[in-house]
């Protein structure tokens, strides 16, 4: 099996009616990247960097986080590979960043609203960033085309604060990741400012249905195909069209093969997932049109609950057939 996938070209995501939608991957270490080429990765839809603070107790220096930043890229010349800032906060909790105790952390100082108050950190991370991708223009593949975003927003001053930031290191393409309630709902807003918008559906649903994603007792709320998540991502969706910007998924959601057709009906660009589920979605996203993924997204969207969306999408999908 492997021998085949590997000698057949992995074809790039599209709609049956040939709308480009391409397939990034999620990743969390550079290490991952070899796999997600293999399986068709287009390029790198969410970078999470955590995995170079979490394990540290101080910060890695520029040096340390340049050398990943730079394995990463070279994986990737001439595609996009869209890296998240550091996503920390009393839920993941770093002693150079934060040690407070909160009652509630999902809640609490987290994301940009952390690295802003250390932001010397977010600094070394845009320093090395850019001088990774600096170092990548000299291979003879050439760099990747470096995107970097930040978690946690929820404000459009937070947008205007990062994306300004990420300008004074030459990065030339800076977002928001949405996946706050608030952020979608000004997403048009928010896209005046960023170039891009990422919605985080695990966040964002979370969020939504007020329901502690890591907590096992609420787990039932914790489901994207929720109509309330499904409009909030139709208002980022609407607002990219309206701005000309795009609007990626990166959360868990754009792994569910079906659900990845409502998210593109209802605006999404591009979809980022766990390579393993590439091909999955890869396949069903060519047995719909796109007017096909916009009647299957409102048939959704009309439902009054996470359970009856999902069954209402699986019958419009069969009509479509
Ligand atoms: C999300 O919230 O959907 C997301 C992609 O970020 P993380 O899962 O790392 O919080
Ligand atoms: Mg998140």
Redesign the pocket.
């Known amino acids: 099996v492997r021998a085949e996938a590997a000698s057949a070209p992995v074809t790039p995501g599209a709609l049956a009616d040939g709308t480009a939608v391409p397939l990034l991957a ?1 990743l969390g270490s550079p290490t991952a990247a070899a796999e997600a080429v293999e399986l068709g990765a287009e390029g790198v839809g ?1 970078f ?1 960097t955590e995995f170079l603070f979490l394990s540290a107790n101080q910060a890695p220096t520029v040096e340390q986080q340049r050398a990943s930043y730079t394995e990463l890229l070279k994986a990737f010349p001439g595609k996009k590979v869209v890296v998240r800032m550091l ?1 920390a906060g009393a839920d993941k909790p770093l002693p150079f960043l934060n040690d407070a105790h909160e009652d509630n952390p999902a809640l609490g100082l987290r994301g940009l609203r952390a690295l802003r108050q250390s932001e010397d950190i977010l600094r070394e991370q845009l320093t090395a960033l850019s001088e990774a991708h600096e170092a990548t223009r000299r291979t003879p593949e050439g760099p990747a085309d470096l995107w970097v975003m930040a ?1 946690m927003v929820s404000t459009v001053e937070e947008t205007e604060y990062f994306v300004t930031l990420a300008r004074e290191y030459d990065i030339k393409t800076a977002g928001v ?1 949405v ?1 706050v309630p608030s952020s979608a709902l000004l997403a048009d807003r928010v896209l005046r400012h960023a170039d891009f918008a990422s919605i ?5 649903t979370q969020y939504t249905m007020a329901a502690d994603r890591l907590l096992g007792s609420v787990a039932s709320y914790q489901d994207p195909w929720h109509p309330a998540v499904l409009r909030l991502v139709r208002e980022v969706g609407d607002a990219g069209k309206a701005n000309g910007k795009p609007v990626g998924i ?3 959601a754009a792994a569910d093969p079906l659900l990845a057709v409502v998210l593109v009906g209802l605006g999404a660009t591009s979809l980022s997932m766990a390579p393993t589920a590439l091909a999955d979605v890869r396949a069903t996203l060519l047995e719909h049109t796109l007017d096909d993924a916009v009647r299957i997204a409102e048939a959704a969207l009309a439902a009054d609950d996470a359970a009856s969306a999902r069954t209402a999408a699986q019958t419009a999908a069969a009509r479509e057939k």
């Open positions: 999620n969410l999470r996503d978690p990741m996946e985080g559906t695990n966040d964002l990166c959360g868990e």
